[in-house]
């Protein structure tokens, strides 16, 4: 298990601009891997249909499988477009993923939206950067350095001033909320664990496990 503050900066991208980067990261940066992931974004009550409605929740609790490893990962601090949040990460062994979701599905957590993505990530100046594909979406990048809670402000201005070199824009709290909520609304990824087995949903979602 791991604790680290994140402090992250994210936006879109048109696909020119992210052919852009990619040529630009992969000639003056170093690339690290690519990421095919499954996220399960956890929701308490309800799935918001805007997250002004969920504003003040600090809890982020996630799914995700990443190269077919499984792991939970809970991010705790309000989310935003330039966030410092705690996250913990707690690997998962693949036959033991149905129990532990099953623990949450008893403790409560049961709504999820399901969305994959495939992602480069690079070392670039210090920071890590990664260009991600959202599958039937878009593109984005995330720029992030993870560090101690003391040092958060100064990763924020190292930071913006690479983004503003680049030309690259992060969300306002505004944008990131509507690209979420565009997500978070579409049906055919929202799921109910109460009502539905995750072995039905693995099915679905099969070349990310198997």
């Not at 002004?52 to 809970?74: A, G, Y």
């Not at 966030?83 to 957590?109: D, F, M, N, Q, T």
């Amino acid at each position: 298990m791991t604790s680290q503050t994140e402090v992250e900066f994210i936006g879109n991208l048109p696909k020119g601009k992210f052919e852009e980067l990619k040529r630009l990261f992969e000639k003056e940066g170093k690339f690290k891997k690519q990421k095919d992931r499954i996220s399960f974004m956890y929701f308490r009550n309800n799935i918001p249909k805007d997250l002004s409605e969920i504003k003040d929740e600090p809890v982020d609790l996630r799914f995700r499988v990443t190269n077919k490893q499984p792991e939970i990962v809970l991010k705790y601090g309000l989310f935003n477009a330039a966030h410092a949040r705690k996250e913990v990460s707690i690997p998962l062994k693949p036959e033991e993923v149905e129990k532990h979701l099953e623990l949450l599905s008893l403790l409560g957590w049961n709504l999820v939206v399901i969305y994959a993505t495939k992602t480069l990530t690079y070392d670039y100046k210090g920071i890590e950067f990664a260009l991600a594909e959202i599958k039937d979406y878009g593109y984005n990048f995330e720029a992030e350095i993870l560090t101690d809670e003391s040092k958060a402000d100064e990763a924020k201005k190292i930071i913006t001033k690479e983004l503003t070199k680049l030309g690259l824009k992060p969300f306002d709290e505004q944008g990131l909320n509507k690209q979420c909520n565009a997500i978070n609304n579409k049906k055919d990824i929202q799921f109910d664990f109460s009502k539905k087995s995750f072995k039905e949903v693995r099915e679905r979602f099969r070349e990310f496990f198997d």
